[in-house]
Each structure stands twice: as C-alpha cells, then as structure tokens.
C-alpha cells in the first residue's frame, strides 16, 4: 500500500546535539518530498522541499534532508538542535500523479532537553 | 511570502449553531486550497480540496452537506461547519497552494469548540 512512515513518534535529544528524523516511503515513481513543522497549536511552516536534481537540500533553521532512492528515504537532519527546535515534524508526499494532494507521515514529536 | 491567514483563531459556538472559518493568501494567488482537520497528537486529515470558481472535491467520508466549502477568488475560501456538534470540536487548518506549485502553505488554524 502507498504510504508515509515516519518509524519514531517521540524522540528526544540534548541542546546543541544533532538530530535525525526518519521518514520512509512506499511509491512506485518517486514523489515530490516535504518536511513541515508544527508548532504547538500552530499550522505547519515548509522546511524543505525535494523534487529532483541535487539529493541534499538545505532549508530553513538550519535543517536539510538527503533524498535515497535505494531506500524510498528522506531523512531530515539538523547538526546542532536548539531548544526553539522543539516541534513536532511532519514528512509528506505529493504522489506522482497526485494533483497536488499531500499525504502526511504520521509525525514525530521532538523533544529538547536543555 | 507565501503568507496563509485563517480567520478566527479559535471559535466557541453551541450545539445546532454554524461556523465559518476564512482562508486566505495574503501574497500569492492561490488556484488550489486545501481543508484539513486535526485531532490532539495526531497527523493531518485531509477533508477536501478546492480550485478557484469550483465545487469542492471531498475526501471519502466527509460530508459535504455539513461541511461547505467556498473558493470565490483566488485568495479566498471558506469552510461553514453546519449545524455543528461537539463532535465537530477540532482543530481545522487550511493550506493553498500557488498557480503551478506543488507546495502547500499553511494557515495557523482554527480551534473550534462546540458546547
């Protein structure tokens, strides 16, 4: 079946620690791929974006993602986390074909220890 | 840019009443805007999508005698919850997508409490 998956759904790291989210998913042809964040209460802000060409994009507050094929993988990472960084973080697809329709992960909430 | 404000912020009503909640893109035009619900600590769930001058597509499941969706312009769109019940209680966000784009740009949403 097409889906999202995003494997942690809480995940916790110290300030200024680094930081990777997983995100997995399961397409024929390679979608269109996003990171949103969430704040509490709040609508979601686009991180980054992946349609084609270079596989590392960089986006906003300092976060980038590496697109696998070999993996159907679009791992978001951050090399210094800081405690503003505190969100929940939702991957999406925009399938092949898809009309512009987002398919949202399930989200992972991240949790910052001073 | 890529600015989405939704109005109100939060809504309280009583059970039977209707609500209309506004979206709009305050720096782009926008010729796709999406309705989305949110329950606590859960993913997105899309309700229908909407195009610029007509009728609402709805997701499977949703009812769109309840759930009404207007795209008048290319900046604007609303959904009127009606006849709301506490079940309707939720968080709904929209987001609009530009001309060409396959983006999507999100308002902050609507809390929408009905007693």
């Known amino acids: 079946a097409q889906s999202v998956t995003q494997p942690d759904i809480h995940i916790t790291v110290s300030e200024g620690a680094s930081l990777e989210l997983r995100c997995n998913y399961s397409?024929?042809?390679?979608?269109?791929l996003f990171w949103y964040v969430q704040s509490p209460g709040q609508g979601l802000q686009l991180l980054l974006k992946?349609?084609?060409?270079?596989?590392l994009v960089q986006g906003i507050k300092g976060f980038e993602a590496e697109f696998k094929r070999s993996q159907s993988s679009f791992n978001l990472r951050k090399p210094s986390v800081h405690w503003s960084d505190a969100a929940e973080y939702f991957c999406?697809?925009?399938?092949?074909?898809?009309?512009?329709?987002?398919?949202f992960g399930a989200g992972t909430r991240l949790a910052v220890h001073p | 840019g890529a600015v989405v404000s939704q109005h109100p912020s939060w809504v309280i009503c009583k059970s039977g009443t209707s609500v209309k909640i506004e979206c709009r893109s305050l720096?782009?035009?926008?010729?796709?805007m999406f309705w989305y619900r949110q329950f606590p600590k859960q993913s997105l769930m899309l309700m229908a999508t909407?195009?610029?001058?007509?009728?609402?597509?709805?997701e499977q499941g949703v009812e769109k005698d309840k759930f009404l969706i207007n795209h008048a312009s290319l900046t604007l769109s609303t959904l009127t919850v009606t006849s709301a019940h506490p079940e309707d209680s939720s968080f709904y966000i929209c987001?609009?997508?530009?001309?060409?784009?396959?983006?999507?740009?999100f308002g902050p949403g609507t809390r929408l409490t009905v007693t």
């Open positions: 992946y349609f084609s060409g270079d596989t």
């Open positions: 999406a697809v925009v399938p092949s074909g898809g009309y512009n329709k987002l398919i």
């Open positions: 720096d782009f035009q926008a010729t796709t």
């Open positions: 909407s195009n610029e001058g007509s009728k609402a597509t709805y």
């Open positions: 987001s609009a997508s530009p001309r060409g784009g396959y983006e999507q740009y």
């Open positions: 397409y024929g042809a390679t979608p269109y």
